[in-house]
């Protein structure tokens, strides 16, 4: 079985396909990051980097000290890539702007440690990018549509280190191999189930949610002599990389819904670099991501470190929950 490599993927797209080879250098410092941080993660009770840094985000998130980490490598190693104008940090109150922006550069977004909750207990993590293009010379506008993605993926820290990766053109993921470091081609052509009975949301929440959502919940959890006819079952990892990964491999629906405790707060995922680069990998699987009520991709942004209501994965679940909401 044939297993190109990340670079002989980019280079060999041809036709309208061809990628940019600025794009094709960010995309492979990109996937660099990944591979930094994915050693970092696994050093890191060696390299005493476990436990809290000290600080919080923006968001007013305690960091923990990988999440700095993270940050840093990210920014080091993607700030080389050529056509790269600014950088949006889930860790970084603002747009760090390397360059004067021209049209055609490009703007990356990324989640540099997600699930970071998990670290301390060796669970998978992962890091979410996107990235997007600048339109025309000196325009400093970061606050783009999802729909405007050129590029989006992720990677997953787990028993094998995976990249996961959408060109706007099918999803792909490649599989880092130990002792080369080369990311492969391992699952080509990704693919959701539109059908599903696995879904994952965090259920102590129950008391916050909103009618639709305790309705799909209870329906699930009815089983089979409840409305659905058959059991479903439910996982919860607390990385959306790991659930969101889990539902490329073998479908089912995701939900980090508006709630009475988060609705203040917009939602508890970030827009620009969590909900929009999954939204786009789902879609671009065949699925569906959504807020309940419209479309992740059509969102204008408001804000760098918005948050947003996520429901995503099997098409026909998350169909479901948006004619829930609007019953
Ligand atoms: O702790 P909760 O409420 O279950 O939230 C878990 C969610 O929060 C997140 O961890 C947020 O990501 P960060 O670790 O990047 O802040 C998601 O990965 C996950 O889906
Ligand atoms: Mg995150
Ligand atoms: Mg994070």
Known sequence: MSMPTLRRFLTQQSGERQ?????????????????????????????????????????????????????????RICANSPRLAALVSEEVDEITWLKEPEAGDYLLYYDPLDGSSNIDVNLSVGSIFSVCEVENDGDRDVLKQGSRQICAGYAIYGPATMLVLTMGDGVNGFSCEHGTGDFRLTHPGLDIPATTSEFAINASRYHHWDA????????????????????????????????????????????????AANRGLGGKL?????????????????GLASTG????????????????????GSRDEVARLEGYHRT
């Open 293 to 312: 009520e419209r479309r992740l991709l059509d969102l204008m942004p408001e804000s760098h470190h918005q948050r947003v209501p996520v429901i995503l």
């Open 212 to 259: 639709p959502v305790r309705r799909y919940v209870d329906e699930c959890l009815a089983g089979g002599s409840g409305p659905r006819g058959r059991a479903f079952n439910m996982r919860w990892t607390a990385s959306m990389v790991a659930d969101v990964h889990r539902i490329l491999m073998r479908g089912g629906v995701f939900l980090y819904p508006s709630d």
């Open 19 to 75: 990628l940019n080879p600025n794009l094709i250098f960010l995309v492979e410092d990109i996937a660099a990051a990944c591979r930094v941080v994915g050693n970092h993660i696994r050093n890191a009770a060696f390299e005493g980097t476990l436990g809290l840094a000290g600080g919080s985000n923006i968001q007013g998130e305690e960091q923990k000290t990988l999440d700095v980490v993270a940050d840093r490598e990210f920014a």
């Open 270 to 286: 970030r827009l620009l670099y969590e909900a929009n680069p999954m939204a786009l990998i789902v879609e671009q699987a065949g």
